[in-house]
């Protein structure tokens, strides 16, 4: 009986770990995006942590009659990523993510983390280029 009793111990554990795993850590998706960063701050009460706003080229329709820019909040855990970006506030940035099921406290508010900054424009330069 005793026998029994652990198998089933361990694998109601390890259906616990492995949902644990899915809903925090495992990656949903990954991908780039493009826009003008608006801002980068570090908060939080117990974790801090980094915080920015990409601002997307482009426009959606929000309530009827009303336009709305496209917005991709992010947080970012990597120190030397954030500080780059910190450096370039107002810049274009192309910037890889990951996305996962659920936040957690000292990853970031956000299901989107950014791991990389795959290239860096000034506006002026991108206007020049039209």
């Not at 942590?49 to 009659?65: C, D, F, V, W």
């Not at 810049?91 to 659920?102: Q, S």
């Not at 990389?116 to 000034?122: E, N, P, Q, V």
Request: aromatic share 14%; charged share 20%.
């Amino acid at each position: 009986m005793r026998k029994i009793g652990s198998i089933v111990a361990i694998v109601i554990a390890l259906i616990v770990v492995g949902i644990i795993y899915y809903k925090y850590y495992y990656v949903f998706g990954e991908g780039v995006k493009s826009g003008e960063l608006n801002y980068l701050v570090k908060k939080g009460n117990v974790f801090k942590t980094y915080e920015g706003k990409l601002i997307q080229s482009g426009l959606r329709g929000g309530a009827a009659g009303s336009i709305q820019s496209y917005e991709f909040q992010f947080s970012v855990t990597d120190e030397h990523i954030a500080e780059e970006l910190m450096k370039n506030s107002g810049k274009t940035f192309d910037l890889h993510y990951k996305e996962y099921h659920n936040t957690l406290p000292w990853r970031g508010f956000t299901r989107y983390i950014v791991d990389s900054i795959y290239s860096m424009k000034d506006p002026v330069e991108i206007n020049s280029l039209r």
